[in-house]
């Protein structure tokens, strides 16, 4: 379970972030990746080399690295979502025509690949995406992923049983299964949502007048699944005031993520675990810089690439979260 969206300012800059919903134990730390950082690809532990660095929340466990979302230095920034009982990967191939990547790997990969969406477009025509076992599930991790660049262009990466699709995301936002059509589609059952008020009326000899203001908004889902958590985002991303700052955009940022973060106890899993949200994380591409806060610490703290970025070869962990 998680919830994504970006989120446009007055000045143009373009904002990214999510809210990380989990059902298993994860200890997410800041990681520096520098540029020309090479890596093992997991599938057959030959060198990877990235073009670019980033800065990027993820975890390390028995050795393998996985990302959850990051920006890298070229404003391009990503994020993991889960995507069960629709994700299809391929299978790994020893000689195949395309290139192939672990599905864990996938998000370090582009991040250090790609500059812009036009740029993972490009990528994407020649790339296979392969399950593979994740050291925190123990399990292959059904994923998709949504992508913004500098200029606010969104799209979501799905491999599902139709293939490999790279589809543009005109509504900025995501969050888990169904895929992104049926997402956009369910929109269509909420068209009477509205921030306006809802007029009066008389049924027969009775005057109907609303319970106060918000009365537009009683369409709305108000559950945590993933269409509910997806139509709520929308609507509040469609409707807040344009920010009119930087500061102003992460304020609206975190405060649309309260809609749909979820506190332990309102979700138990059937492993009788709580599915609730670790960390919400939103990213400024112009700056590159990471503004968080966690489940058990709401003070948001921040964290910049280029503040932190060294002229190291080696990879930097600037701590947990």
Same mark, same amino acid.
């Given at each position: 379970?998680?919830?994504?969206?970006?989120?446009r300012? =007055?000045?143009?800059?373009?904002?990214?972030?999510?809210?990380?919903?989990?059902?298993?134990?994860?200890?997410p730390?800041?990681? @520096? @990746?520098?540029?020309?950082?090479?890596?093992?690809?997991?599938?057959?532990?030959?060198?990877?080399?990235? #073009?670019?660095?980033?800065?990027?929340?993820?975890?390390?466990?028995?050795?393998?690295?996985?990302?959850?979302?990051?920006?890298?230095?070229?404003?391009?920034?990503?994020?993991? !979502?889960?995507?069960?009982?629709?994700?299809?990967?391929?299978?790994?191939?020893?000689?195949?025509?395309?290139?192939?990547?672990?599905?864990?790997?996938f998000?370090?990969?582009?991040?250090?690949?790609?500059?812009?969406?036009?740029?993972?477009?490009?990528?994407?025509?020649?790339?296979?995406?392969?399950?593979?076992?994740?050291?925190?599930?123990?399990?292959?991790?059904? !994923?998709?992923?949504?992508?913004?660049?500098?200029?606010g262009?969104?799209?979501?990466?799905?491999?599902?049983?139709?293939?490999?699709?790279?589809?543009?995301?005109?509504?900025?936002?995501?969050?888990?299964?169904?895929?992104?059509?049926?997402?956009?589609? +369910?929109?269509? +059952?909420? @068209?009477?949502? /509205?921030?306006?008020?809802?007029?009066?009326? /008389?049924?027969?000899?009775? =005057?109907?007048?609303?319970?106060?203001?918000?009365?537009?908004?009683?369409?709305?889902?108000?559950?945590?699944?993933?269409?509910?958590?997806?139509?709520?985002?929308?609507? !509040?991303?469609?409707?807040?005031?344009?920010?009119?700052? =930087?500061?102003?955009?992460?304020?609206?940022?975190?405060?649309?993520?309260?809609? #749909?973060? @979820?506190?332990?106890?309102?979700?138990?899993?059937?492993?009788?675990?709580?599915?609730?949200?670790?960390?919400?994380?939103?990213?400024?591409?112009? /700056?590159?810089?990471?503004?968080?806060k966690?489940?058990?610490?709401?003070?948001?703290g921040?964290?910049?690439?280029?503040?932190?970025?060294a002229?190291?070869?080696?990879?930097?962990?600037?701590?947990?979260?």
């Amino acid at each position: 379970m998680c919830t994504a969206f970006t989120l446009r300012s =007055r000045q143009g800059e373009t904002f990214f972030g999510r809210n990380m919903d989990f059902s298993y134990d994860i200890q997410p730390h800041l990681y @520096i @990746i520098p540029k020309n950082y090479e890596w093992d690809n997991s599938l057959n532990m030959e060198k990877i080399h990235d #073009v670019y660095s980033f800065i990027g929340i993820g975890q390390e466990l028995d050795g393998d690295l996985g990302f959850f979302d990051g920006v890298n230095e070229m404003g391009f920034a990503a994020a993991a !979502l889960y995507f069960a009982g629709y994700a299809h990967y391929d299978t790994w191939q020893a000689l195949g025509d395309r290139e192939q990547i672990a599905s864990i790997d996938f998000l370090h990969y582009i991040l250090g690949r790609c500059a812009d969406i036009g740029d993972l477009r490009q990528l994407m025509k020649n790339l296979s995406i392969v399950g593979l076992e994740d050291p925190v599930t123990k399990t292959v991790a059904p !994923l998709h992923w949504m992508a913004v660049d500098r200029s606010g262009e969104c799209v979501v990466i799905e491999q599902t049983e139709r293939g490999m699709e790279v589809l543009a995301n005109s509504i900025g936002v995501m969050a888990n299964s169904p895929d992104y059509r049926w997402h956009k589609t +369910n929109l269509r +059952n909420y @068209i009477e949502a /509205t921030p306006y008020q809802s007029e009066e009326t /008389t049924w027969g000899n009775v =005057r109907l007048t609303p319970f106060g203001q918000a009365g537009g908004t009683q369409t709305l889902p108000g559950g945590y699944t993933s269409p509910e958590r997806f139509v709520r985002t929308a609507y !509040l991303k469609s409707f807040i005031p344009i920010p009119q700052s =930087r500061m102003e955009a992460v304020v609206s940022c975190f405060h649309v993520m309260e809609s #749909v973060t @979820i506190p332990k106890g309102a979700v138990v899993t059937s492993r009788n675990t709580y599915d609730y949200t670790k960390y919400t994380a939103f990213i400024n591409t112009s /700056t590159c810089e990471y503004f968080f806060k966690t489940y058990d610490n709401i003070q948001v703290g921040m964290a910049s690439l280029f503040e932190n970025c060294a002229q190291s070869p080696e990879l930097v962990n600037l701590g947990g979260l």
